[in-house]
């Protein structure tokens, strides 16, 4: 049984993909609010080459949301994920997002072209981008340094120790109408996890969204990441990252906050080593705007790197079937 919500999901990536994954067996309206600021690996092509708002974050939620229940419909889901790691100019690149590539090309239209592949993927729920305009996130750090670029603030090649104390973009992006008639119309709306400023203040930054966040009337919930991130959130404890998201977002304004509470296995924990991340402290006091669930939100599976793939990945993910549930409970209560 499902439950006859509204759910709004923001971030993208690996974060956003775990939480669509568990809720598409619990609800049934889900809208994945992804960024568009991505400019690594594939979206370098697409944005460079092609002249596209990048579509990584899209293809991940398209596939959370897709349906698996034959045969088909899973050789199609793994035929969207298939990465491929030879050939010059695509080795890297998913076949899921020269697809969609190609269904822009012949449609005349991305947002079109993300709503058919939702169609032939046969999701539950819809993909939404967050704007609409072709913008560049611009960090600036303590030391009065500016980073241009996602890609460029999440592999550092700068010191990642110093912290950003702000996040735009350029040029102003403004929120994609579709997205803001969802924010209105939500049960309840899902901030992260996924990379703290190029995931989920990536979309905070976008003109209008923090706006209808704050005018919904949904329940809002903000789940903190397992990790700390070297050249994001380095050194962050649990409060740091709400202290920092209330730069963008008025935390009064959120319900709930989720914190994992489960020991990090070992072995990743000497793999995250190398990277200078650590497993985010819970020293969050009581609050009175929000209630903290502190629970076991880890998946146990340790994620391998998948074949062709360049970029850094986190090895550790939330439990979809755990986070699934956890939001359950909030539902319950709208």
């Keep these: 049984m499902r439950f006859e919500k509204n759910v709004v ?3 993208g990536g690996t974060g956003t993909y775990s939480v669509l994954t568990g809720l598409k067996k619990y609800v049934s309206d889900i809208t994945a609010v992804v960024t568009m600021a991505d400019s690594g690996g594939s979206a370098k092509k697409e944005r460079d080459e092609w002249g596209l708002l990048p579509s990584s974050d899209v293809r991940k939620s398209l596939l959370a949301l897709a349906d698996v229940s034959t045969q088909n419909a899973l050789l199609l889901r793994k035929l969207f994920q298939y990465r ?3 050939g010059v100019g695509v080795r890297g690149m998913t076949f899921g997002n020269l697809f969609l590539v190609a269904l822009t090309k012949i449609l005349g239209s991305q947002q079109l072209a993300i709503e058919k592949a939702g169609e032939i993927l046969r999701t539950h729920g819809k993909v939404l981008p967050v704007s609409l ?6 960090a600036t750090y303590a030391d009065g340094s500016k980073v241009i670029g996602e890609h460029a603030i999440d592999e550092p090649k700068h010191n990642g120790k110093i912290p950003i104390t702000y996040l735009s973009t350029h040029p102003l992006a403004q929120i994609n109408p579709e997205v803001k008639e969802a924010l209105s119309s939500a049960n309840l709306i899902i901030l992260g996890p996924g990379g703290f400023y190029t995931t989920l203040i990536a979309n905070l930054v976008v003109s209008g969204v923090s706006d209808a966040i704050i005018k919904s009337r949904a329940k809002k919930i903000f789940i903190l990441n397992l990790m700390t991130e070297y050249g994001q959130t380095y050194g962050f404890t649990a409060s740091k990252f ?5 730069t963008y977002l008025p935390i009064k304004t959120l319900d709930f906050v989720f914190i994992n509470n489960a020991p990090i296995p070992q072995a990743a924990l000497t793999r995250y080593k190398k990277y ?16 903290v669930m502190a ?5 146990r599976k340790i994620v391998p ?3 062709g793939d360049t970029l850094h990945r986190s090895f550790i993910r939330h439990s979809p079937e755990k986070i ?3 939001c359950m409970k909030i539902l319950n209560l709208v």
Excluded: M, W
């Design 242 to 246: 709400l202290s920092e998201l209330d």
């Design 276 to 291: 200078n991340a650590v497993p985010v402290l819970n020293d969050v006091h009581s609050s009175s705007s929000f209630t």
């Design 305 to 307: 790197r998948q074949k």
């Design 9 to 11: 999901v923001i971030g």
């Design 295 to 299: 629970s076991d939100l880890l998946s």
């Design 133 to 138: 305009d072709k913008i560049d996130l611009v």
């Design 84 to 86: 491929y790691s030879q």
């Design 324 to 326: 699934a549930k956890a």
